[in-house]
């Protein structure tokens, strides 16, 4: 599978692991050693996490199955991100709902999420979503820090726009590092990255993309959603011309998009899994792509 370059030490497989569900999977340690395994020698060896998935649970059951195969660590590369509190179960941790991206959350977080995966670093750390309360100056502090520690091998944003990169951009630049990644949702169904601006400034500045719920969450599939199903109708039809699945209409027509994209998976099905492979080896035709983008827009293009 084809390895896209973050910075000169990690590089990601194309297609991305998502684990937000991971609980919800109910999968033992071992179940889900060889899930990952599966992956791996489908070329997927990229892994995305969060802190707070799964009701900050996930990092760990991810961390357990790792532990049974420890030889696995060097050939994966693990994302996680921070910055997001939630009410938890689990914890104590608030009784509300807000964003820190104090440097003394960002390193504590990095922490917890390094035991949690039973891992000594991580390949890449992203700020889960931007903070009105931002101060750029201690995000920029604390992801120095941890460079320097040899815990963070890169780092990235997660949500940002085109304003919020540029604001932390400027005091990540002084410190002569570089933000290699932003996770933005994009999907056959949200495009709003891809009009607003926010991709081209990301592609200007050599910054990756990848793209969370390339599926919209599922509710492309939705059979009550009218927007939906305009976009589906075209995607069965591209999908029987080229006789391949919707999900692999889907993958590739993200992957046309001359940003490098990379989709995050969500789903544990290896079915699933191997018609999105399947996405990256179908070249659509631009006829296709502009009908399943004209879909989305419910009009034609200009």
Request: aromatic share 10%; net charge negative; charged share 20%.
């Amino acid at each position: 599978m084809e390895q896209i370059m973050i910075n000169h030490y990690v590089h990601f497989s194309r297609l991305v692991q998502g684990f937000w569900r991971a609980n919800e999977w109910k999968m033992t340690a071992k179940e889900l050693n060889y899930f990952i395994n599966e992956l791996v020698e489908r070329g997927i060896t990229t892994m995305d996490h969060a802190d707070i998935y799964g009701d900050y649970q996930c990092e760990s059951l991810f961390g357990n199955a790792l532990d049974l195969s420890p030889e696995l660590r060097n050939k994966i590369q693990i994302v996680t991100k921070c910055g997001i509190i939630l009410p938890s179960k689990q914890f104590d941790f608030t009784n509300g709902h807000r964003y820190d991206l104090s440097s003394k959350h960002i390193v504590k977080s990095v922490e917890q999420s390094l035991i949690n995966l039973n891992v000594d670093y991580l390949d890449s750390l992203l700020i889960h979503r931007p903070s009105p309360l931002m101060d750029p100056e201690q995000v920029a502090d604390a992801l120095t820090k941890l460079v320097k520690q040899g815990k963070l091998k890169s780092f990235g944003v997660s949500n940002f726009n085109h304003s919020q990169y540029q604001l932390l951009n400027q005091y990540i630049m002084k410190e002569r590092l570089h933000i290699s990644i932003n996770q933005l949702e994009l999907s056959p169904y949200h495009v709003d990255s891809l009009q607003d601006g926010t991709m081209d400034s990301m592609y200007q500045n050599h910054v990756q993309i990848m793209a969370w719920s390339p599926f919209a969450g599922g509710k492309i599939f939705d059979k009550e959603d009218i927007k939906a199903q305009r976009i589906m109708k075209v995607v069965q039809s591209i999908a029987d011309k080229y006789g391949v699945s919707d999900t692999a209409v889907m993958i590739a027509w993200l992957v046309k998009i001359p940003h490098r994209i990379m989709p995050i998976l969500g789903t544990s099905q290896l079915k699933r899994i191997d018609q999105a492979i399947e996405g990256l080896q179908l070249n659509l035709d631009d006829q296709s792509w502009f009908d399943i983008y004209t879909a989305i827009i419910g009009q034609d293009i200009p």
